[in-house]
Structure formats: C-alpha cells, structure tokens
C-alpha cells in the first residue's frame, strides 16, 4: 500500500485563513474566521491527497534555538492578533475531532518538525506532501517530497517540486537557503546582504551554487557596489543563511507511527460545527472527510436525432451553447437539455426547425432552469423564438451570492460551488483568431455537462439565497430585470451614421488645428502622440517644471499635464487634443464599428458584473460617452429614435447617492434638508461655513458639493484635498466641519465599518451583499481602501437597486397603460425611452411618478426628465 504523509504547518496556514476571510464569528461572539478557513484547507487536502498519515505541527513559543544565533530573529513580527489568538485552541481541538495528530516542540519551529519528520518519512519510502504559507519551505522539496505553497487565500495552492524550482529560479532546493543568506526575509526580520534582492541574489547563485563559494570568489563578482556590501556583509550573510537553513535533526518525542489517520470521529466534529456556526460544513459532515470532490466529468447523455416529446417536461434545465461573448451576432452551435428523461444534446439547426422545441420553448408553464437568462433569450430571438418560462438563472443567483466572484463563464460558477474540474470554454474551443469547433463529440459532451451543472446548482444556490434573505432580490428583482434588459439590448438604440461622420470630419479637422498650433508652440514638429517626444519638449526644450518620472524617462500623463496647464499654453492644447483624440477613435470610430445591419447599436448590458451592483454596458460601452467636453456631449446627437415622429424621453435621477445617504444614517438635517426640497450642497456650505443661503459664494458650494459627494465614496482629507486643489490640512478641517453638522453620518460611516469588520460584508436596502476581507487586513492602505468601500457600497448599491426597481416597475406601467414607449437604455442614474409624440403627455405624468416611488425612503426621490429628436436634446 502507497505511504503518504502530509505535514501542515499549523501557524503558517492559520495566520493564511485568518487575513484572508473576514472576520467571522459565531452567536457566543467567539471569532471563527482562522478556524473556518483552516477548516476548508484541512477538507481539501483530506479529500484530495488521501493520506495514509498526517501531522500538523505548531511553534511552541516566541523564543528558538535560532536566537542563540541572531537575537533579533522575527524581531519585526507584529504581535498576533487577539482575534486569531484566542482561535488556536480551538483548531486544536478541531483536530482532536478529526483524529489528527498536532505536534510543538520547545526551542524548535514548526518548519524544524515539519523538516525533520519528512526526511524520516524519505526514509522510510513514504510519499510526502508539506502544506504551508512560508516559501521556506520549498528547500525541503526532492522526488519523494512536493511542497505546496499557499498563493491566493488558502485554498489555491502553488506545487513546488525540485523541477519547478529549476523551472521557476534556476535554482536546486538546497540553493533555497543561499538565496535567503543573501537576499534576507524581511518578514523573518533575516538581514541577508543589504541591496541584494531576489533577481541578484539568483544571478550570483547561477555563478557560485553557494554563498560560501561565492564569499571566496567576491573578486570575480562583476559590480564595484556590489563587491563592497559582499565583503562588508560577510558574516551576516552566513550567519543569515544558517537562520534561514530549517534544523533536520529535531529530537522528536513523536513517531510517524503516531501519525497515522483513519477517519474523524464525526460526532465530535458535528458538536463542533454546531458551536462554531459553521452550517454548510455541519450539512456535509456524513463523509464529509472521505467522499471525493464534486465531478460533471462522467456524464452520461443522449444523442438526440430526432426532436421528440421526452426532450420537453414540465421542468427543465436548459443550456444554449453560443461560441463568443457578443451573442447578438455569434452561433449557437449546441443545446443541452436535461429533466427527468434524461440528458440530451440537441443539434442547433434540428431545435430550430421543430415545432415542438419551438412550443416548449415558448411555453410559460414549463419551467427552465438557465445560465444567463438574458444571454439565452437575445440569442434564440435572433431565430423568433421568444424563451419564456424561466424560472432560475444559476449566473443570477451565484452573482448575489457573492458579487466579488468574477463568474464570466459557466466554469467559474460550477467551481465556485464545488466542481473543480468542469472546463473552461476557451480550452475547448481556443482562444480569439485560434477559436475553432472540436469535434461535435467533445463540444456535445462540453454543452450536455453544463445542462447537468445546472440541475445540479439550482437548489444549491437557492437554499444559499435563502440562508442570506436573498429570495425576493433574486425573484423579484434582478430575474425580471434580466427580461427588461434583454428587450433592450433587443430592440436596440438606432444611430445617425451621417451624423456621426460629420461630427468624425469636424473632430479631424480640430485636431488639424490643434496639432499646428502645438507645434508652433513647440518651434517644431514631433509626435505629440509619444511620450518620450513630448517628454523631451515639454522638460527639455521649454524647460516645465518635472512633476514625476517614469522607468522609461519623464511622466506626461493627464494628472502631470493638468498640474502643468497654468504653466504653459502647450499643455492645455495638448490635453484638449488628447481628449478629442480619444473621442475619435473611441467613440465615433468605435461606434461605426459596431453598428448593426438595422442601423442600432445593440449594447449588451452586464447584470453580474459590478461589485456594487450597478449595470454597466459594452459593445458599445453607452454610459462612457464623455459628457464634461462639448463635442463628447455632441455625440448623443447621433442617437435618435427608430420611428417617424418619435422622440427621445430621457428621466434622471437627482441626487439620489445622497438621497440614499440621508435615508440610511437618519440624520435630522439632511433629511430636512431634502424634504424641504433645498439646494443640498448650498445647504452643506451654509452648514459647513456658517453662512446664511445668500452668502455662499460659487466656491463654497463647489466645495460643498465636492464634500457631499467625496462623503458617499468614504473620501479621505488626501482625495479631497486633490480634488479641491488645497492643503490635506485645509480638506481635513473640511470633512471634520461637516461631520460636526451632520453627525448622524459620521455614526453611520464608523458602525456600518464596524458591521464590515464583524459580518465580513456590507448589505444594501434591499439586502444585496459585498464582502470585504480587506477591512481586516494589517495593511494600513488596504485596510484603509476597505473601510471606504464599506462606507460607499450601501449607499451605491442602494442606489442601483432603486433605479433597477424603478425599470421593473416603468415596464409594467408601460403595459398597463398599453402606450407604445419603449425603454432603450440606462445610463448610471437616467432611463432613455422613445416614443410616439403623442405619447409625451402621458410619459412626464407616469415616468416621474413610478421612478418617484420605486423605493420608499425618509426623504423624497426626484426625478427630472426632458425629451427631443435625439439623446443629446433630452438633457
């Protein structure tokens, strides 16, 4: 029988679980996070690896043999967080319920152990696997010993065998430890060579294979610098080398015998979940341990050549397979189905031409389980198929769930929830000009998997939604919603091509101007597009000051030209001929581009993108056009409405970030504020700077309304003072005034960080979730990007959860009222309709009040709206 031993190092992988998931704990306050996480680990290896025998090892104290050595050893280590403290005992005891061995030596590391019992296990012929955070390890790796590095979080792991250290250093195992001699380990607190870095510190190995052949040959080492921290350093990069040589020889009072695993003892380990909370692990606990990671790999499906009646019951799951991400215009090559009946693979052009599929397919009393409604419904109307009958969308579902995932494709979902070895598209089928169908065998099975995955997911991920109170977002919100949006991107949004090239010969023609005033500026002509050429006029030529320099020579970037504007006339053309040139290229070449046989741009609208739940759009991206620059906001003039006497109706919410704000912290002052139906930032600056209404300047209420809104994005006095063109100082008393007047937000703003910190995500009004395991991080600028993110996201995500509702609720009005008006787009916080003229009246009478009402709040919504022959006149 094979012989395999793995070897965790228990504080390495405990500190990995406890920064990477939020802080967690149960009902009894107990913080759990570290034990979860190590938990999951511990799961994974269990299930993957199989071992014959196991040990976690510990360090027993702060003090080792190694400070015998070097008495600053780990010197710079931060003490160990309270919260993962008081965790230890509790993995331990984990491990007791799971019938594994734990092991600390006095004077010894856990690597010391971990090195000590993998070389008796090398002896004994066993097979060794090491499981830990700290790359020191990998000097332990050979042909009997793999070691796995932990990489992003604690399950994606990196495997470090001799070969791969060659493949990935160049250097053996043992050449580990002269590479940490010489470079050093900061979170070691090693000093190595002061200045030699990894990249030289390999360089040398590849020359001397060790720090000592290298300390004997410093003459040879090219570098005068270099040759002089060597000979200075010597002592210490042996001396670094010995701290960083993990001991073998460890005087074990264990035996391998002793470590030997059967099985847990699944009563123990089921109290235990109980107590910590942990539901999905409780519901896993019969044969949590032994059984074998979750596989669609064998399948088995049906072929179908003829379309019959069994393909089609009351409840289906039903995948259409379409070969690239713009679905408005790429093949379907594939349909899986599977209900009761079966599994079925069904050839595109066969469903197509049935009358059967055609009724199924149509029919709202058969349910369909999808992956991307909307996806689905766009693609089959290109052949007047209209989809009806969806039940559940698994991308939908596993977007709320966690937003922070990127599911950009069916595998990344299946692997979310536990299938781990479902392919991606882009290895069947290849990736851009290299993407071509397989043979129809192995593409059928690739469709047929997904139908299964998801039948499989669907009750999964409802019970999950329901677990989080997150049945009525899914149902009653973001499912209908993802009808709307398919009408829309269906219907599309038809262009004036003539338009958009007349306004493409004027741009040209500017930047015609532009570029011969720039050079006549410049006394010369050169590529304005180049930085390096621009770098030499600008800094050398006509001598600006340099504000920031990169690798490759001086910064022009647009933060150092708006820096530079006042200083010369060159660099407010240069800037305006940037900024006209990415209109011509982005823009109005890249709409032309994209414009469909129909004369429209059928954008595609991403639902499950965006961390906050906002919509966003490509192909074209329609909520990007530049509106700060005339000519940008000129290029809505090219959007018009695809009927004879119909205009553009376009609805914008007004202020409703801050709306939302005053709605959530309940502060007394915003909300009178709004209800008073007041000017909000001319009410902050009287607030802030104590004046009455007519005496606040221009300034003060752009100061004010840069406050208001730095406030929502959780603004710090840097961002503010950047934004304001004054001192961190001056933007620091800033915020500090208006929290004084409004301090019902600053109570908002430090629990809803708080709440981050506890539950490990943020919720919208209507429960949308973002997780936020940065807000726990030792990193002051992570931690700090955290904090401001838990601040922002509710009220953000509010935001986009009432102007979704509103498009539900617009859409049904619409219908009742049986009117004609169609909504085409959404623009952050406007909806774009068109409509018969005659329609109008009714329009600013409905639109206004639905929009009003999608969500009652503590303070009025505000909706304004304007209309005309094309977008740009409905502003």
């Not at 594939?334 to 693979?345: C, H, P, T």
């Not at 992956?371 to 939908?396: M, N, P, Q, T």
Request: hydrophobic share 35%; charged share 30%.
């Amino acid at each position: 029988m094979l012989k395999k031993i793995v070897l965790i190092d228990g504080n390495s992988i405990a500190y990995r679980a406890f920064f990477a998931l939020p802080l967690l704990n149960n009902d009894k306050g107990i913080h759990t996070n570290a034990v979860y996480g190590f938990t999951t680990m511990l799961t994974k290896i269990l299930e993957e690896e199989k071992p014959t025998h196991i040990l976690v090892a510990f360090d027993a104290g702060k003090t080792t043999f190694r400070h015998q050595t070097f008495q600053e050893y780990k010197g710079t280590r931060q003490k160990t967080p309270p919260e993962l403290s008081e965790q230890f005992p509790i993995i331990r005891e984990l491990l007791t319920a799971f019938g594994i061995k734990f092991y600390e030596l006095e004077n010894y590391e856990a690597d010391d152990i971990i090195g000590t019992f993998s070389k008796i296990a090398e002896e004994e012929d066993f097979t060794v696997k090491i499981i830990s955070g700290d790359k020191d390890m990998t000097q332990l790796s050979s042909p009997k010993t793999t070691v796995m590095i932990t990489r992003k979080g604690i399950t994606d792991m990196e495997e470090y065998t001799p070969e791969h250290l060659q493949d990935k250093y160049g250097l053996t195992p043992e050449q580990i430890i002269d590479m940490k001699g010489l470079m050093g380990d900061t979170s070691d607190n090693i000093p190595g060579v002061p200045g030699v870095g990894e990249k030289t510190a390999i360089k040398l190995l590849k020359q001397f294979p060790t720090v000592e052949e290298l300390l004997d040959h410093i003459d040879e080492v090219s570098g005068k610098k270099l040759k002089e921290k060597l000979e200075e350093f010597k002592e210490q990069a042996l001396m670094s080398k010995k701290l960083a040589t993990i001991y073998r020889e460890a005087p074990l009072t264990l035996s391998i015998q002793d470590t030997a695993y059967t099985n847990p003892d699944t009563n123990k380990l089921s109290a235990l979940y109980q107590e910590l909370g942990f539901k999905s692990l409780l519901e896993k606990i019969d044969g949590a341990v032994s059984e074998s990671p979750k596989v669609l790999d064998d399948i088995t499906f049906t072929f179908a050549e003829e379309i019959t009646e069994e393909l089609f019951t009351d409840d289906s799951s039903l995948y259409i397979e379409i070969l690239d991400d713009n679905y408005h215009t790429a093949d379907v090559i594939g349909i899986s189905i599977k209900n009761e009946n079966g599994l079925f693979y069904v050839r595109t052009e066969q469903a197509l031409q049935s009358t059967l599929f055609k009724n199924w397919i149509e029919d709202e009393t058969k349910r369909k389980y999808v992956y991307d409604a909307k996806r689905s419904i766009v693609a089959l109307r290109r052949f007047d198929l209209d989809l009806k009958g969806i039940d559940f969308d698994l991308l939908l579902a596993s977007y709320i769930l966690n937003p922070s995932d990127n599911v950009d494709d069916f595998a990344s979902v299946a692997n979310k929830h536990g299938y781990n070895n479902v392919q991606k598209d882009e290895v069947v089928y290849g990736k851009g000009a290299k993407r071509k169908l397989p043979e129809e065998h192995v593409y059928a099975k690739h469709i047929a998997r997904k139908a299964q995955g998801i039948e499989e997911l669907v009750e999964h991920c409802r019970k999950a939604l329901s677990e989080n109170e997150q049945l009525d977002l899914f149902h009653k919100l973001e499912m209908p919603l993802s009808l709307i949006l398919a009408n829309m991107e269906s219907i599309g949004v038809k262009v004036d091509i003539e338009r958009l090239k007349e306004m493409g010969e004027d741009i040209t023609n500017q930047l015609h101007a532009i570029e011969e005033s720039i050079y006549q500026h410049a006394g010369e002509t050169f590529n304005i597009n180049s930085p390096k050429q621009l770098g030499v006029i600008l800094f050398e030529k006509l001598g600006l000051p340099v504000i920031k320099k990169t690798k490759t020579g001086y910064s022009t970037s647009a933060d150092v030209l708006e820096k530079l504007e006042p200083a010369h006339e060159i660099v407010k053309e240069i800037l305006h001929y940037r900024q006209l040139g990415k209109l011509q290229s982005t823009y109005i070449e890249g709409l032309l581009k994209v414009v469909h046989d129909d004369q429209k741009v059928h954008t595609r609208f991403n639902q499950a993108l965006t961390q906050t739940g906002r919509l966003s759009s490509t192909d074209p991206n329609l909520q990007n056009i530049p509106i700060r620059l005339e000519e940008g906001r000129k290029i809505r003039q090219a959007f018009i409405p695809s009927e004879k006497d119909w205009v553009i109706f376009s609805a914008d919410y007004s202020q409703v970030e801050l709306r939302v704000l005053a709605h959530i912290s309940g502060d007394d002052k915003l909300i009178s504020a709004f209800q008073e139906d007041m000017d909000i930032h001319t009410k902050t600056a009287m607030d802030v700077f104590h004046v009455k209404a007519e005496e606040v300047t221009a300034n003060m209420r752009r100061q004010a309304k840069a406050v208001n809104f730095g406030i929502v994005y959780g603004i710090s006095d840097y961002g503010l003072s950047q934004n304001l063109n004054i001192t961190r100082k001056e933007a620091g008393q800033f915020i500090e005034r208006y929290f004084d007047s409004y301090p019902r937000v600053k109570q908002y703003m430090e629990e809803i960080v708080q709440e981050a910190k506890q539950k490990g995500y943020v919720s919208t009004l209507l429960k949308r979730r973002r997780y936020i395991p940065e807000i726990t991080s030792r990193n002051f600028n992570i931690r700090s990007f955290a904090e401001r993110t838990a601040m922002n996201t509710p009220i953000q995500g509010s935001a986009a959860d009432i102007i979704k509702k509103a498009m539900i609720d617009m859409a049904e009005r619409l219908q009742q009222e049986k009117l004609q008006a169609r909504l085409l787009l959404q623009v952050h916080d406007e909806l774009i309709f068109e409509a018969p003229k005659d329609e109008i009246e009714i329009l600013k009478q409905i639109v206004p009040d639905v929009m009003e009402h999608a969500l009652e709040l503590a303070v009025p919504l505000k909706v304004d709206y304007a209309y005309g022959p094309t977008w740009f006149d409905a502003k």
